[in-house]
């Protein structure tokens, strides 16, 4: 999975961590500790030649590869998660999250909607979201697949 963007803006490492502690602190207070509801994005979902598992975690979204097509590559990448942070803006909406290209090392913005269709659109991105790209996911069947990680 390798997403174009070698003409986005960069974004430093520490900025994205001051911005996702800044983002906590002020998403913390208003949320509460309450039971956790299953987002209508969990279950296994595939972009390009791989497939994310989406789940909770500690309250955000995540993402870890469950799939891929490569065997290849499999020995590296299986197992990681690779999306992280995505805080729910609503039902269908997501903002606030990275995601990583476990072929490049390189770390983008994301954004995810939930469309009626029951695709998940996510938009990729360094810096603005118009400078980058949608990617759409479609579910899928984890347990149809061979040689899942």
């Known amino acids: 999975m390798h997403f174009q963007g070698d003409r986005l803006m960069t974004c430093g490492i ?14 913390l207070p208003t ?3 309450q039971s956790v509801e299953a987002s209508r994005a969990d279950g296994d979902w595939m972009i390009r030649d791989v497939v994310l598992t989406i789940f909770d975690c500690q309250h955000l979204v995540c993402g870890r590869i469950a799939w891929l097509k490569d065997p290849a590559r499999r020995p590296v990448q299986c197992g990681r998660t690779i999306v992280w ?3 729910g803006q609503g039902p269908n909406e997501w903002t606030g999250g990275s995601i990583l290209d476990p072929d490049t ?7 995810a909607k939930l469309q009626a269709d029951n695709t998940l ?6 810096g603005f979201p118009v400078l980058g790209e949608t990617e759409v996911l479609k579910r899928v069947n ?3 697949l061979t ?3």
């Open 147 to 149: 040689d899942h990680c």
């Open 31 to 33: 949320t509460g500790i």
């Open 105 to 111: 090392g390189t770390m983008y913005q994301l954004s």
């Open 85 to 87: 942070g995505l805080v």
């Open 142 to 144: 984890l347990r149809a």
């Open 14 to 27: 520490a900025r994205q961590c001051a911005a996702a502690f800044l983002m906590a602190i002020l998403v």
């Open 121 to 126: 659109n996510a938009r990729i991105f360094k």
